[in-house]
Nanobody, 116 residues
Framework: QVQLVESGGGLVQPGGSLRLSCAAS????????MGWYRQAPGKQRELVAA???????NYADSVKGRFTMSRDKAKNTVYLQMNSLKPEDTAVYYC??????????WGQGTQVTVSS
C-alpha cells in the first residue's frame, strides 16, 4: 500500500524558515515525478515545486529564490526548504507522486501558518 507522510509544518513568523519532509513507502518512486502542492483556504490547490525522475526541478514563480526542493531517491523522500516565508505562504502543503499511466498519490497534508 502506497503511503506518503508529510511532516515539518507549523507556525512561523514572517521571514522565518521551515523544512517539510515527505516520506513515500509501498513502492519504488525512482521513475516518478515528486512534487509539493499547497492549498490555501478558499483557493485551488497549486503546484509549489516538482522534481522529475531525471532530477529537473521546477518552481512556482511565487516561491522562486525562497524555496528549495530536494530529493533522496534512496530514501524515497523529498524535502522542501522554505525560507523568507510570507503570510501568503500560509496553506496546507501536500506531497504528490506522479507518473504517466500510473495512479496519482497524495499525502494527507501538513499545515504551514506564517503569522506574527
Amino acid at each position: 500500500q502506497v503511503q506518503l507522510v508529510e511532516s515539518g509544518g507549523g507556525l512561523v513568523q514572517p521571514g522565518g524558515s521551515l523544512r517539510l519532509s515527505c516520506a513515500a513507502s509501498g513502492n519504488s518512486f525512482s521513475r516518478y515525478t515528486m512534487g509539493w502542492y499547497r492549498q490555501a483556504p478558499g483557493k485551488q490547490r497549486e503546484l509549489v515545486a516538482a522534481t522529475t525522475s531525471g532530477g529537473s526541478t521546477n518552481y512556482a514563480d511565487s516561491v522562486k529564490g525562497r524555496f528549495t526542493m530536494s530529493r533522496d531517491k534512496a530514501k524515497n523522500t523529498v524535502y522542501l526548504q522554505m525560507n523568507s516565508l510570507k503570510p501568503e505562504d500560509t496553506a496546507v502543503y501536500y506531497c504528490n507522486v506522479y507518473r504517466i499511466g500510473y495512479p496519482n498519490y497524495w499525502g494527507q497534508g501538513t499545515q504551514v501558518t506564517v503569522s506574527s
